[in-house]
Nanobody, 123 residues
Framework: VQLQASGGGLVQAGGSLRLSCAASGRTASNNAMGWLRQAPGKEREFVATINWRGGTTNYADSVKGRFTISRDNAKNTVFLQMNSLKPEDTAVYYC?????????????????WGQGTLVTVSS
């Protein structure tokens, strides 16, 4: 599976961005999908995950209520709508395919990773 993430950029605090991640090479519709991020000098951390059908989502406490993950299995694409962005959201955001149908907050539970897209939030 190849993953292509897009939609990152520079935005002011309080603004919004929508990330997209398109999967190709093999369908990921039977697997959970997730977004994780890595800020400069920090370890990669979990952001959000969605199960294979899209009916179950889970978020890191730091983004709950501000970010929304969704997926379109017909297009083999997962999205991350990010609202009320804060400077601490600045990071490279990675999409990933889960090993199972239901997602996890553990990085080890993801097998295929995209190249990442940079989100920079200015204060």
């Amino acid at each position: 599976v190849q993953l292509q993430a897009s939609g990152g950029g520079l935005v002011q605090a309080g603004g919004s961005l929508r990330l997209s991640c398109a999967a190709s090479g093999r369908t990921a519709s039977n697997n959970a999908m997730g977004w994780l991020r890595q800020a400069p000098g920090k370890e990669r951390e979990f952001v959000a995950t969605i199960n294979w059908r899209g009916g179950t989502t889970n978020y890191a406490d730091s983004v709950k209520g501000r970010f929304t993950i969704s997926r379109d299995n017909a297009k083999n694409t997962v999205f991350l709508q990010m609202n009320s962005l804060k400077p601490e959201d600045t990071a490279v955001y990675y999409c990933a395919v889960g090993r199972r149908a239901y997602g996890s907050s553990w990085s080890d539970e993801y097998t295929y990773w995209g190249q990442g897209t940079l989100v920079t939030v200015s204060s």
